[in-house]
């Protein structure tokens, strides 16, 4: 289990790594003026000298990379060209907004999808198993802005049971910050819980016919506690992998949803910088993105460990 952790984290360290190498290489080695971009092709010469000073852009690639991650190892981000302020308060105010609404879309997809797949699969063939397969295929097929303006006619405008957009803060209250994040989630987590069901199904009907479930059965175990104590815990491996890659998405989703709600998330900062050129924002916040991703991916490995104990054969 060891050796398992430790490989596990030393992928970790080595994919940040080349996260960090191919972000750098985009915005800053590449042909292209960061300067130029930042302020335009209009601005004078002087004034794209003096940014590309400020922003060490005068001193080598190797150099200003490595101060750039010596940076981030210490919390120093830089400071942005916009909102001339150090980046990393920036994105810790917006994190507080996405952080919570990818957590909730992943807990609310979760719970969603994992029932609805179980329940398809103990009655395939039948009308609830069509039912929640056509829940699924809308799902699919209908994105999740969409979802969202749709949860906002019905419940904010129609029913005017939650708030249609903004943020009022955590100072406000958890209860009135958590209703402005109840819609958002939602719009987040139909799309991925149609994913989550359609793979449970198919995990819960593979273990369904496994020899030691057909065994347990004959024994004169009941079929629920069979489907709790076999099934579900078998069946949730391949599940937990999907769950993982999920939260890529839930994050790549947030960027329109915050947009459409008007959340001051990260997801809209990144969306802002890139209208605005503010290159040192966008650098980092996507470096954040991706290591987000990454630590859970990390996660979900050792939740896998967790689920099925039996030792790892690395190859």
Known sequence: MLTFLARRILGLILTLFAVSLVVFLVLEVLPGDVAEIMLGTEAREDTLAALRTQLGLDRPAHVRYFAWIGGLATGDLGVSHTYDVPVAGLMAERLAVTAPLALMAFALSTLIAVPLGMFAATRRGKLGDYGVMAFAQAGLAIPNFWFAILLILVFAVWLRWLPAGGFPGWDAGPVAALRALILPALALALTEA?????????????????????????????????????????????????????????????????????????????????????????????LILAGMVVVVNFLVDMLYAAIDPRPKVEL
């Open 194 to 286: 149609a994913i989550l069901a359609r793979v449970t199904r198919s995990a819960v009907l593979e273990t369904m016919g496994e020899d030691y479930v057909r065994t347990a059965r004959s024994k004169g175990l009941g079929w629920r506690p069979v489907m709790w104590r076999h099934v579900l815990r078998n069946a949730l491996i391949p599940v937990t992998t999907i769950m993982g890659l999920q939260f890529a998405f839930l994050l790549a989703g947030a960027v329109i949803v915050e947009n459409v709600f008007t959340l001051p998330g990260l997801g809209r900062l990144v969306l802002q910088a890139i209208f605005q050129r503010d290159v040192i924002v966008v650098k980092d916040a996507v």
